[in-house]
């Protein structure tokens, strides 16, 4: 009889297990998602003087100097905590010296012209800014590290460079709306930059 009883409940253990498994609700997976990236509202604020040139950046940004090596006085990067963005500008004085401007103009085309490789289109286009400036922007589309670069001159005495860099290595794709929040503000700074 302890051994029927033992038999029976054993087989009642089995068959809630058998049932239970077989009542389990249907697995669906879940369709592949992004991060949400919530962006902040685009507010301006000028640059601190004591520089050759100004112009309006984020408040989102800061202001660092450039620390390479390379580095001349008037290089900054524009850095964005918050998005691991940076755009690094470089400045020349190429007052006189038309050797040196010509090199500075052959210099962003070969800087912009490296990211070919793994490029899948290079979209060059001229802004005129309001001061009368005009710019060469530059939109790299693919996996490239800088996807937007720029370069303004008033060909006589200044020479300005820029590019956007993230430090991350999230896919570019997947960084598209911050690429357009970051693009916007450089050229609220282009269209906002005066030569002193």
């Given at each position: 009889?302890?051994?029927?009883?033992?038999?029976?409940?054993?087989?009642?253990?089995?068959?809630?297990?058998?049932?239970?498994?077989?009542?389990?609700?249907?697995?669906?997976?879940?369709?592949?998602?992004?991060?949400?990236?919530d962006l902040p509202a685009h507010r301006y604020q000028e640059l601190a003087a004591g520089h050759p040139y100004s112009f309006e950046y984020s408040r989102e940004a800061v202001i660092r100097r450039d620390s390479s090596a390379l580095a001349q006085p008037h290089w900054l990067n524009v850095y964005y905590p918050k998005l691991h963005a940076n755009v690094q500008i470089t400045y020349m004085d190429v007052e006189r010296d038309r050797r040196l401007y010509n090199?500075?103009?052959?210099?962003?085309?070969?800087?912009?012209?490296?990211?070919?490789?793994?490029?899948?289109?290079?979209?060059?286009?001229?802004?005129?800014?309001?001061?009368?400036?005009?710019?060469?922007?530059?939109?790299?589309?693919?996996?490239?590290?800088?996807?937007?670069?720029?370069?303004?001159?008033?060909?006589?005495?200044?020479?300005?460079?820029?590019?956007?860099?993230?430090?991350?290595?999230?896919?570019n794709d997947s960084l598209a709306p911050v690429i357009e929040y970051v693009k916007t503000d450089i050229v609220r700074m282009l269209n906002t930059l005066k030569y002193k």
């Open positions: 009889m302890v051994l029927a009883l033992k038999r029976l409940s054993i087989l009642a253990l089995g068959l809630k297990l058998l049932v239970s498994c077989s009542s389990a609700p249907d697995f669906t997976p879940k369709p592949k998602g992004y991060n949400r990236i090199k500075m103009m052959e210099d962003a085309r070969k800087l912009t012209g490296k990211h070919e490789i793994k490029a899948t289109a290079i979209d060059e286009r001229i802004l005129k800014t309001p001061s009368g400036l005009r710019a060469s922007v530059f939109e790299l589309q693919g996996e490239v590290p800088s996807q937007f670069q720029f370069y303004t001159t008033d060909s006589t005495k200044h020479f300005l460079r820029g590019a956007l860099y993230f430090r991350t290595a999230t896919a």
